[in-house]
C-alpha cells in the first residue's frame, strides 16, 4: 500500500498575471516584470499593487516616480504630469503624499516611454535578513495581522515575521552570513542580529510554528546564535542544524553537523552532529538519539523522460515514512516541493516540465527527520 | 721581482670573460630591465617615475586651456557662506542643482557619491504629527486643514532626497559619481547587478583597475541622473596619479569613470571612437598635464547666492561642461600629480576629460613597451659593434654618449608627439655597463700586453739595455734617473 500525503501543493508563480508582471525591490529600484507604460489601467493596477508593497514594508521611507519620455515629450512638459499623476496614483492607495515624489529625468535615446519607481530605505535599521530564495505562499509583516506577499531579493527587519503557507518555502540570507531555510506551515519572528569585533556575533530568531533547518556561519569566541521555540532553546555551538515548532508544544531538534545545545526547563543537553532530542512542554530535554542515516535512492538517476518518473528508494530500518522533496534546483531553493509516504517509492503527482532535482529524508515514529539522501534529478520532455 | 712559472696562470683564473661576452652581458642588464618594465605594465617603471615626473612636468608642454570646462567648487567661502560643514544637506545640494539647471550648461559631472539617503529623523517626526492631526478631526475645521496643508507642504519641502532628485532631473545631463570597491575602498555599501545601468562594450577582464564591485549614489538619485561613473584613481606605490583610469573592470563587466561617462553623454556620435581611446593602455593611459589653476572656478557660494539672471554666471556656465566637487581645505583627496601636489580630485577628472576627447592620451604599454624593448636591445646592439670597431676608450666613451644622446631624444620625441612612452632608463644602464665593461676589458688586455713586454725583458735582459742606452739621452736628468733607477735594480 502507498500512503501518499500531499504536503505540499506546486508552488507555480503566476507572474505573467502578477499586476505588474511581477515586482522585485532591488538596491533601491523596484525592478518590473514588464516595462510600465508611463499611463493607463494596467499602470493604474501596478501602481496600487507597488503602494500595497510599499505600504507592507515600513523600512521605506520615499518612494520616487520618474517618467522617462521622449525629449520632445519631456521638454513639454508631459513627463513630469506622467510622473505626478502616477504619484497620485501612490497617494490615493495609501502612501502618505509627504513619502512620494516625482521627476522626469531626460530618457535614453531609443528607449521606449515608460515609468521608473525608486525608492529610499531608512538608513537607521539596517536589514537583518534577505529573502534569498521563496516558493509558495511566502509572507512578512510587522505583526500576524499585516502580512503581506514578499518576494526574493526583499529585506527584513527586526521584529518582523515571516511565515510560510502550505507547501512554501524559504530561504533567508542573514546579515552574519548564516542561511536559515523555512520549510511550510512555518512562522518566524526576526531577532536582533548584532554583529561585532573579531566575527562576533549575536542571532536571535523565535520559531513560532514549522520547523527551520539552519546553516551556521562560523562565528568568533562569544558568540551567540540561539533559535527559541516555545518551550526551548536551541544554541549553536556547530553549524547545521533543524529546529521545529509542534503544534503541542514539543521542541524537536535534528543536530546534522557540529554540536548544538537543548535546553528546557532549566536542563540543557548538547546534542552533537547526527543526534536529535526533543523537549515536550514543562518536560527538560530528553538525552539524544541517533538520527536514521540518508536514504540510499534507486532512481531515477537522470535521464530524460516523457511523463513523470515515480521515484524508489531503498528500505531504511527505524523509517515510519519517508519525505520526498522535489526542486527546481539543486540547492533546493526554487520551487521545492514535499511530498510525505510510508512506501520507499513515490508516483510524483502533478504535471512537470523541464529538470527536477530529488531528495530523500527518512522520518522516525516520533518525528524525527534523518540526513537526507544524493539528490538525483529526472527531466521531463513530453 | 721574481718570475714564477705560476704567476701567468694565477692571472689567467682572474681573467674576465671575452669582452665580447662581458658585453653582451651588459646588454643584457638593460634589456632585461626594459622587459620587466614592459611587463609591469609599462613605463615609467619604478626606477625612473621621478624622472618621468621632472619630464612631463617640466619639459612636456602643457595641456592648453579649455573654454568649455568649468569648476563649480565647494571651497572654504561657500562652506563659511553657507553656515554648513560637510557634508553640505541635501536641500542645499537640491538648491545647487537648481541653480545650476537654470544656467543651462550641455552637462555636469558630480565628483560626489550621495551613497547614503539624508537624515529623515526630522521629517518623520513631522509625519507623525500631522498624521494626529488628522486622527484628531482638527483638519476637519479650517484653521486644521490649513494647517495640515502647511506642514505638508515644509514637510515635502525639507524632503532632501527628493528634492535632490528632483534638481537633478531639471538638468540636462547629470553624471553622478561611483565608486569601484577596491580593497582601498570597501566602506561602502555595494550595489546590485545592472544597478549602475548598461556596462561598458569593453573586454572587462583586461583592464588595469579590478574591483570586486561597485557603489553609487541611492537609487532615486541614480535614476534621476543621466549616468554614473566611478570615482577612482590609480596611485603608483610612491603615491603619485600618473595614469587615469577610464573603465574599471567589475566581475567581468566594464563600467566608465566620470570622465568616460561625461564624454559619452557629451558626445554620444562618438561613442565608438571614445571607447576606443579609453581602452588605450588597458583601460588606464597615462595623463597628459595641465599648468596649475588650468581650470575656470566658480564657487558654489556665488552660484547660490548670485542673481540666476546675472550675466557673469551665464557666461560662465551656459553651454559649458561643468564639474562639481569640493576643493575647500582639508576635504578634498591630496592627489599629487607629477610635479604638482593636493590636486583636487574632481580638477583630474576634468584633465582627464579633455585628454580624451582631444586624443592627448600616452600610451605606455602593448605595442609600445614592445618598441621599448625593441628600441633598448637596437641601442646596445648598436653600441655593441661601435666597441668592436671602436680603437681607444675615448672613442667608445664617444659612441656611448652619443647614442645615450639619441636615445633620450628620441624618447622625448615619441613621449611629446605621438604620446608613446619608452622606458629610458634601460638603455642608459645598459650603455653604461657595456662601457665600464669594455673599459675593463681594455685595460686588462693593457696590463696583459705589458705582462708580456716585462716577460720579453726578462728573458733578454741585454736587448732592453741596449735599447734602454739607445733611448737614454746623454745628460739625463735626475727624475730619468730616478724614473729608470727601479727597473735597473729589479734586473
Known amino acids: 500500500m502507498m500512503a501518499v500525503v500531499l504536503a505540499g501543493a506546486p508552488a507555480f508563480a503566476a507572474q505573467a498575471q502578477a499586476p505588474c508582471g511581477g515586482l522585485r525591490f532591488e538596491s533601491g529600484r523596484m525592478v518590473f516584470g514588464r516595462p510600465l507604460a508611463p499611463q493607463g489601467a494596467e499602470t493604474d493596477a501596478c501602481l496600487a499593487h507597488v503602494a500595497q508593497a510599499v505600504l507592507a514594508r515600513p523600512a521605506i521611507r520615499s518612494v520616487t516616480v520618474a517618467a522617462k519620455l521622449p525629449d520632445a515629450d519631456r521638454l513639454d512638459g508631459r513627463g513630469l504630469a506622467a510622473a505626478k499623476r502616477a504619484a497620485d496614483v501612490l497617494v490615493a492607495a495609501g502612501v502618505p503624499r509627504t513619502r512620494v515624489s516625482a ?80 520549510v511550510e506551515n512555518s512562522l518566524v519572528k526576526l531577532g536582533a542580529i548584532e554583529l561585532m569585533a573579531n566575527l562576533q556575533r549575536k542571532v536571535q530568531l523565535d ?176 | 721581482m721574481d718570475s714564477s712559472p705560476a704567476e ?16 653582451g652581458l651588459g646588454a643584457c642588464v638593460g634589456v632585461a630591465l626594459a622587459v620587466v618594465t614592459a611587463a609591469t605594465g609599462g613605463a615609467p617603471g619604478f626606477l625612473e617615475r621621478s624622472l618621468y615626473d621632472q619630464a612631463v612636468s617640466r619639459l612636456l608642454p602643457a595641456v592648453p586651456p579649455s573654454a568649455d570646462l568649468v569648476l563649480v567648487e ?7 557662506t553657507l553656515g554648513e560643514r560637510w557634508p553640505l544637506s541635501r536641500t542645499t545640494w537640491a538648491r545647487a542643482f537648481q541653480a545650476l539647471a537654470a544656467q543651462r550648461p ?92 548598461t556596462p561598458l562594450a569593453l573586454p572587462a577582464r583586461a583592464l588595469r583597475l579590478q574591483a570586486q564591485e561597485v557603489a553609487g549614489s541611492i537609487a532615486p538619485l541614480r535614476m534621476a541622473a543621466r549616468g554614473s ?113 593636493a590636486v583636487p580630485g574632481v580638477e583630474i577628472h576634468a584633465f582627464a576629460l579633455d585628454n580624451l576627447r582631444s586624443g592627448r592620451l600616452m600610451r605606455s604599454s602593448g605595442r609600445v613597451a614592445l618598441l621599448g624593448v625593441l628600441e633598448t636591445a637596437a641601442v646596445l646592439a648598436a653600441f655593441a659593434w661601435c666597441c668592436r670597431r671602436a680603437r681607444t676608450s675615448g672613442a667608445v666613451l664617444r659612441w656611448a654618449v652619443t647614442l645615450a644622446v639619441l636615445h633620450t631624444a628620441l624618447v622625448a620625441w615619441l613621449a611629446s608627439d605621438p604620446g608613446w612612452v619608452l622606458p629610458l632608463l634601460p638603455s642608459w644602464v645598459g650603455l653604461t655597463l657595456m662601457l665600464v665593461v669594455d673599459a675593463a676589458s681594455r685595460a686588462q688586455e693593457m696590463g696583459r700586453q705589458r705582462g708580456a713586454l716585462r716577460r720579453l725583458f726578462i728573458r733578454y735582459p741585454q736587448a732592453s739595455i741596449v735599447d734602454a742606452n739607445q733611448n737614454t739621452p746623454a745628460q739625463p736628468s735626475t727624475s730619468d734617473k730616478a724614473t729608470s733607477t727601479p727597473r735597473g735594480t729589479n734586473q
Open chain 1, 103 to 182: 521627476v522626469a529625468p531626460s530618457s535614453v535615446e531609443g528607449e521606449p516611454a515608460q515609468l521608473q519607481l525608486a525608492y529610499v530605505e531608512r538608513p537607521a535599521q539596517p536589514a537583518v535578513a534577505r529573502l534569498r530564495a521563496a516558493s509558495g505562499a511566502v509572507e512578512a509583516g510587522a505583526t500576524e495581522a499585516q502580512l503581506l506577499a514578499r518576494t526574493v531579493g526583499d529585506s527584513l527587519y527586526p521584529g518582523e515575521l515571516l511565515r510560510t503557507g502550505a507547501g512554501a518555502q524559504a530561504e533567508l540570507a542573514l546579515a552574519d552570513g548564516s542561511t536559515v531555510r523555512v
Open chain 1, 207 to 382: 520559531l513560532l510554528r514549522g520547523s527551520v533547518e539552519t546553516n551556521a556561519a562560523p562565528g568568533g569566541a562569544g558568540s551567540i546564535f540561539e533559535v527559541r521555540t516555545r518551550g526551548a532553546v536551541a544554541g549553536v555551538r556547530g553549524t547545521r542544524f533543524r529546529v521545529a515548532a509542534q503544534d503541542d508544544g514539543t521542541s524537536r531538534l535534528e543536530t546534522l553537523e557540529g554540536k548544538v545545545a537543548l535546553s528546557a526547563e532549566q536542563a540543557e543537553v548538547e546534542v552533537s552532529g547526527g543526534h536529535g532530542s526533543r523537549a515536550k512542554p514543562g518536560s527538560p530535554p530528553e538525552p539524544p538519539r541517533p538520527l536514521l542515516s540518508a536514504p540510499t535512492l534507486v532512481g531515477p538517476r537522470g535521464g530524460a523522460f516523457a511523463t513523470v518518473p515515480k521515484v524508489s528508494w531503498r528500505t531504511l530500518e527505524g523509517a515510519a515514512t519517508y519525505r520526498v522533496e522535489v526542486a527546481r534546483t539543486a540547492d533546493f531553493a526554487a520551487e521545492v516541493q514535499t511530498y510525505a509516504t510510508a512506501s520507499a517509492e513515490l508516483a510524483i503527482p502533478g504535471p512537470r516540465q523541464g529538470k527536477w532535482f530529488w531528495r530523500v529524508m527518512a522520518v522516525d515514529g516520533d518525528g524525527f527527520v534523518g540526513f537526507p539522501s544524493k539528490i538525483y534529478a529526472f527531466d521531463v520532455q513530453p
Open chain 2, 8 to 23: 701567468p696562470h694565477r692571472r689567467d683564473g682572474l681573467r674576465l670573460p671575452s669582452p665580447a661576452v662581458a658585453r
Open chain 2, 74 to 80: 565647494v571651497d572654504d567661502r561657500a562652506l563659511a
Open chain 2, 106 to 197: 550641455a552637462a555636469v559631472a558630480v565628483d560626489v557619491v550621495f551613497d547614503q539617503p539624508g537624515p529623515r529623523d526630522a521629517l518623520e517626526l513631522g509625519e507623525d504629527i500631522l498624521e494626529a492631526l488628522r486622527r484628531s478631526g482638527l483638519t476637519e475645521q479650517p484653521a486644521g486643514e490649513a494647517l495640515a496643508a502647511e506642514l505638508e507642504a515644509r514637510l515635502r519641502a525639507r524632503d532632501g532626497d527628493a528634492r535632490l532628485a528632483e534638481a537633478i532631473s531639471e538638468g540636462h545631463g547629470v553624471v553622478l559619481g561611483a565608486a569601484a570597491l577596491t580593497d582601498d575602498v570597501p566602506v561602502m555599501a555595494p550595489l546590485e547587478d545592472g544597478a549602475l545601468g
Open chain 2, 229 to 341: 561613473g566611478t570615482l577612482n584613481m590609480l596611485v603608483d606605490g610612491d603615491g603619485v596619479i600618473r595614469r587615469y583610469p577610464y573603465a574599471v573592470g567589475v566581475s567581468g563587466q566594464a563600467w566608465p569613470s566620470l570622465a568616460l561617462a561625461t564624454a559619452l553623454q557629451l558626445m554620444p556620435e562618438r561613442a565608438e571612437p571614445l571607447r576606443e581611446r579609453a581602452a588605450v593602455d588597458h583601460g588606464a593611459p597615462l595623463m597628459r598635464l595641465p599648468a596649475p589653476n588650468w581650470l575656470p572656478r566658480v564657487s558654489l557660494a556665488d552660484l547660490l547666492h548670485a542673481d540666476p539672471r546675472s550675466v557673469g554666471l551665464d557666461l560662465a556656465l551656459r553651454g559649458k561642461t561643468v564639474f562639481v566637487g569640493v576643493t575647500a581645505t582639508g576635504l578634498h583627496g591630496q592627489s599629487t600629480l607629477p610635479g604638482q601636489v
